[in-house]
């Protein structure tokens, strides 16, 4: 949807990412499963991740980053959105751990829209500014790990674990987000699944299919209703799943690849935690300035799908 004119909007004013230490290779893998790293860096272009931690340790690491670049402290945010779809436990969601851990006095809610889900969270924190919060704080945090059979190579040599954060404050002029979308099919929820103590299991290639398909959807309606075109895109910022889904996608929206910020070489995928690791990316490496125009995009378990586009800086 394109954003109404005079609604508040928001821009993101810090960003922060945290990573577990330990690094374990494709190399590390095929020790324990029947795979190669050449396998996997041609089929997926993973070539390490990042395993270990707990969601809401990443999690707060990563909103502390975030509140530090944006010169913010704690008590001014008033809300923590995490989303993630491996939290710490049922009950209570992980935010609120992560809300005290950090010493955010304000809310906190968990958002499970799996891999899309920063993008949803992203979407509903701006609905937030615009009924009257002042800050924010987003955050995708994810431990794959925990939830992988690590003698499964459909799954384990996909996943990682990792955070991401950003702090959104209101302004009162339009603020950077130009339009968005969220989408579900729930009728394809057995494609990608984890049953309660039970591990990830993904139809990967019907996954990879239907993935392709949903992003270049919904990334088209989103470039249209920011009122551009995909040549408009200065750079683009895909959920980290497999680089040949974001090559796929970049090759159907006619947006080079070039302009897509790739991280899943180091961090493989990190479900919700994949969009805001490229971002922090993309913004620490100079490739997104204030005034350029980028799109999320992102799809997942549910299935999910959503896009945003954002006139960096408002
Ligand atoms: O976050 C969102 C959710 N996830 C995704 O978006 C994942 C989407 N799917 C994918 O990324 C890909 O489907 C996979 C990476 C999971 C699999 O790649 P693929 O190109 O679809 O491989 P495949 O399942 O068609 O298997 C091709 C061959 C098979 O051998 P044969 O039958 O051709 O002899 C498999 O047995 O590769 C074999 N294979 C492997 N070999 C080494 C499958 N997995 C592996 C492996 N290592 N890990």
Redesign the pocket.
Known sequence: MPVPKGVRGGVVTGWGIAVPDKVVTNDDLSLR????DA??VE??GIRERRIGGTTSELAIEAGRRALERAGRRPDEIDAVILATTTPDGIVPGTSATVQHGIGVPGGAFDVNA??SGFVYALSVAHGLLAIGAERLLVIGAETLSRITDWDD??VA??VGDGAGAVVLEATDGPGQLLSWNLGADGSLKHL?KCDHGGYLY?D??E??RK?VRVVVESAEQAIAEAGLTPADIDVMIP?Q??L??ISAACQRLGIPEEKAVVVIDRYG?T?SASIPLALDDALTTGRLEPGMNVLLTG???GMTWASAVLRWGG
């Open positions: 499963m029947d795979t190669s396998w996997i089929r997926t799996a891999c190579r459909s040599i996909l990608l993904m990967g290639k996954v990879f993935a959920h799943a497999n040949r889904i995928n479900s799809f997942g378990g």
